[in-house]
């Protein structure tokens, strides 16, 4: 290593992608409707309030579920993955990704999530891309769960509320361990499992017009997710030591709006609820607070006696999170306007500026999340979404300016090195949307996050011809040159 080296001499560079939001193929070869089906594509769009994107009802359910095409339905295309992966891996084998995010759909090998025997034609495509992967020396970095629950397991069993799931889960991530164990090291079980607070639907299969008490059906779901999270951890290590098991974690740090003791005690709350997902996977039990704030909203957790025991003895090797942007907590909420962030909405930040979807830009507050998570957890981190969604126009040569999102990235890996050179042991990044895909929150194509292009429009129009951006060759050097040069 060369004096100036910052970053570790194999620190894993690469993208991110989920299954959902660029596969497409939604009823190939044997694949079940998977809660991501079931979103429409909404015309009209309020980005302030992003779990209204992502609501789905009984009557959007049964309305999907009578729908056979993928029209109108973003998710069930995507930008067909499926059937680009080859070209796709090759153009990032070109940036010289060093790793590669990307899901199994769930629904993909077990389509019922109930069956017996999986589906084999679903084996055997991420066999396919595993190997293409490999080919080029890229490693993969798979995310058992990320928002592809079959629906079978919701319509039948009422999602994760519903304790059975948790085998259902154990069974699938078991035979995908077991069938790449010889292709995969690095796995996450839940991506974003604070999600199943925020939006049950997505994150835990929760349908909210059919529970009389959302949030109890909601953190009965997420103990049930870590019950899960924690077998499977347990299974992983028996299936091949080799392995190393990550939690997922949306970051959402709160900031206090003042120096007021009633917002820095808020900001301490919210920033609380939300380690406590990691408190349990990366420490093995829930936080003490969690006692006052179940009683306060009458939320009676079932349990299992061997719960604890299952949570305590198995806990991740590493702690990966997304970072987007920073929130404000206040007790004084209405003296502030509201704007949008990754999945849910916060209170304005004035010293920040935000995105052409309201998200504030907070670079420095990713080294604060990487400390803070370092000095609670002691465990290696892994940055596995980061990026910047915006519009991006093709100029008349046919190239693709986005220099807004090379200084993005050039900011947020810069505030990443000072967290390195502060001491956190950082295994890699993974930046979101390595290449263009659909918008999770809002289903959007034109929510463009890739150093690729994708020609398709928000109604899903398009040659879905690949087109690098100015930013694929920045990434390409910052990779080449192992972070060191961001010019
Ligand atoms: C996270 C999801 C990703 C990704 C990202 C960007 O919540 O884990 O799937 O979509 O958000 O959000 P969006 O796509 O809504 O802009």
């Known amino acids: 290593m060369s004096k100036t080296q910052v970053f570790p001499e194999h620190f894993l560079w690469g993208g991110a992608i989920a299954a959902n939001q660029a596969e497409g193929a939604f009823d190939a070869d044997g694949k079940g409707l998977s809660t991501a089906d079931m979103v429409p594509y909404y015309k009209k769009k309020d980005y302030a309030n992003l779990s209204a994107l992502m609501h789905v009802s009984s009557e959007t359910i049964a309305e999907a579920m009578k729908t056979k095409t993928a029209v109108g339905y973003p998710k069930r295309y995507g930008i067909d993955f499926y059937h680009h992966y080859r070209e796709d891996i090759a153009l990032f084998a070109e940036m010289g990704f060093k790793t590669f995010r990307l899901s199994i759909n769930w629904s993909r090998i077990f389509p019922n999530g109930?069956?017996?025997?999986?589906?084999?034609?679903?084996?055997?495509?991420?066999?396919?891309?595993?190997?293409e992967l490999r080919k080029y020396g890229i490693e993969p970095l798979v995310t058992l769960s990320h928002y592809e629950m079959p629906m079978t397991l919701v319509l039948n069993y009422g999602g994760w509320a519903n304790r059975k799931v948790i085998s259902f889960f154990v069974k699938y991530a078991e035979t995908v361990m077991n069938r790449y164990q010889d292709k995969v090291k690095y796995w996450l079980t839940f991506n974003e499992i604070n999600t199943t607070i925020i939006e049950p639907f997505t994150g835990g299969g929760i349908v909210g017009d059919k529970e009389v008490n959302l949030l109890q059906a909601s953190y009965q779901a997420l103990h049930h997710q870590f019950v899960a999270s924690s077998l499977v951890t347990k299974r992983a290590r028996e299936i091949n030591p080799v392995f190393q098991i990550g939690c997922m974690l949306a970051r959402m740090i709160h900031y206090p709006a003042t120096s007021s003791p009633e917002d820095v005690q808020q900001a301490q709350f919210d920033n609380q609820m939300n380690l406590l997902h990691t408190d349990v996977q990366a420490r093995g039990s829930y936080p003490p607070i969690i006692k006052r704030y179940f009683e306060e909203h009458q939320i009676h957790i079932v349990k299992e006696t061997e719960d604890d025991q299952i949570l305590k003895k198995n806990t991740v090797d590493f702690i990966s999170f997304s970072y987007y942007t920073s929130l404000v907590s206040t007790t004084t909420p209405e003296k502030y306007g509201s704007t949008g962030g990754n999945l849910y909405s916060t209170v304005k930040n004035p010293n920040l500026k935000v995105t052409e979807w309201g998200w504030q830009l907070d670079p420095i507050g990713l080294r604060t999340v990487l400390k803070e998570l370092y000095d609670r957890y002691q465990l290696p981190l892994f940055v596995v979404e980061n990026g910047l969604g915006a519009k991006d126009t093709i100029e008349e040569d046919g190239s693709i300016i986005d220099?807004?999102?090379?200084d993005y990235f050039r900011q947020h890996i810069g505030q990443l090195k000072e967290a390195i050179l502060d001491g956190v042991e950082v295994m890699g990044y993974t930046s979101w949307g390595a290449i263009d895909i659909?918008?999770?929150?809002?289903?959007?194509?034109?929510k463009r996050y890739g150093f690729i292009y994708v020609d398709q429009d928000d109604e899903g129009h398009g040659t879905l011809n690949r087109k690098k951006k100015k930013s694929f060759d920045w990434y390409?050097?910052?990779i080449a040159t192992n972070g060191e040069d961001l010019a």
């Open 403 to 406: 220099d807004y999102r090379i």
């Open 114 to 131: 109930d069956d017996h025997e999986p589906n084999e034609a679903g084996l055997q495509f991420y066999d396919n891309v595993f190997d």
């Open 438 to 446: 659909i918008s999770a929150s809002t289903s959007e194509m034109s």
């Open 476 to 478: 390409k050097k910052v």
